[in-house]
C-alpha cells in the first residue's frame, strides 16, 4: 500500500497505523489472531520528511530488499546559512556568515559535482552502526561519532527554485544516500552553510507520491481491493491465503 506519510511520525508509527485498518478488516496471519498480519516498509523517512511510503503487508514483506533496492527521488529544500549537528532544521545551528551571495550558475555547478558515484558520509545523527550501537544513540549520550564515508550514486540533481538562501532541489537517486549529509557537502562546496530544511520523497521506481493514500485512510478497514499487488516474481506461487 502507498501510504503519503505526513510531518511529524516515523515510518513505523505510519505501519502502527495502517495494522488499525488491518485489524478493523478482521486480517490476520493463520495461527494468530485479528491484527496479527505481519507487516513492513521499504525505506525509512525521517519524522522531518514527508511523502511514499510503501508499506508491505503479509506475504509482501519477502519483497522489501527488492523495492528498498528501486530508484529513488527526493524533493529538498537546502537552507544556505548555516550548519547543524544533526544536518536538518532541528539541530543546533552554526551559522555562516557569507562574503557573498552564490549565484544560480555556481549551486547549479557545485549540484552537477554531487552527480554519479561519489563519496558520502552519513549524519552523525543517523541509524548507521557505530560498534553495535545506532549512530543517533552515540550522539544523543554526547559520545563523539565518527562514520565512514561510502560511494553512493546520485542520478541527477536539478533546482526547481533558488532564491537566497534556500535552494529547492530534485534528486534522482540511489539506495542509502543521506539527503542530510547532500545538503551539509552542498555548503561545504559553496563556503557557506547547509542543512536540511525540508524534504519530501515523490517516488521509488515506478511508484509515485500522487497515487498514495494520506494516512487517516489507512485508520479505516483495509480490504484486498485497497493494496497493489507485489512485484512479479518475489512472492511465492500457490494457493491463495491469509495477508
Same mark, same amino acid.
Given at each position: ?94 551559522? =555562516?556568515?557569507? $562574503? #557573498? ?13 554531487? /552527480? !554519479?558515484? *561519489? ?93 498514495? =493514500?494520506?494516512? $487517516? #485512510? ?13 512485484? /512479479? !516474481?518475489? *512472492? ?8
Amino acid at each position: 500500500m502507498l501510504i503519503d506519510k505526513p510531518l511529524g511520525i516515523t515510518s513505523m508509527q505510519a505501519l502502527r497505523v495502517l495494522r488499525v485498518g488491518l485489524a478493523a478488516a478482521g486480517a490476520r496471519v493463520k495461527g494468530k489472531g485479528p491484527g496479527k498480519v505481519r507487516t513492513g516498509h521499504a525505506g525509512t523517512l525521517d519524522p522531518l520528511a514527508t511523502g511514499l511510503l510503501i508499506a508491505c503487508v503479509g506475504k509482501a514483506t519477502r519483497t522489501v530488499d527488492r523495492l528498498m533496492g528501486l530508484a529513488k527521488q527526493y524533493v529538498a529544500e537546502v537552507d544556505l546559512t548555516a550548519f547543524t549537528e544533526t544536518d536538518d532544521r532541528e539541530g543546533a545551528h552554526e551559522v =555562516v556568515v557569507v $562574503d #557573498r551571495v552564490p549565484s544560480l550558475e555556481e549551486v547549479r555547478a557545485a549540484c552537477d559535482g554531487f /552527480v !554519479g558515484e *561519489v563519496e558520502q558520509t552519513p549524519p552523525a545523527y543517523s541509524a548507521v552502526h557505530v560498534d553495535g550501537q545506532r549512530a543517533y544513540k552515540l550522539a544523543r549520550a554526547g559520545a563523539s561519532v565518527e562514520l565512514k564515508s561510502r560511494v553512493v550514486r546520485i542520478d541527477a540533481i536539478e533546482i526547481e527554485q533558488y532564491e537566497w538562501p534556500i535552494a529547492r532541489l530534485r534528486i534522482d537517486c540511489g539506495k542509502g544516500v543521506y539527503i542530510r549529509s547532500l545538503a551539509r557537502d552542498l555548503g561545504q562546496v559553496l563556503r557557506t552553510g547547509g542543512h536540511l530544511a525540508s524534504l519530501r520523497r515523490t517516488a521509488i521506481g515506478a511508484y509515485r507520491v500522487e497515487d498514495a =493514500v494520506t494516512l $487517516d #485512510r489507512c485508520e479505516r478497514p483495509i480490504n484486498p481491493g485497497d493494496l497493489l499487488p507485489a512485484p /512479479v !516474481g518475489q *512472492v511465492s506461487s500457490g494457493k491463495a491465503g491469509p495477508l
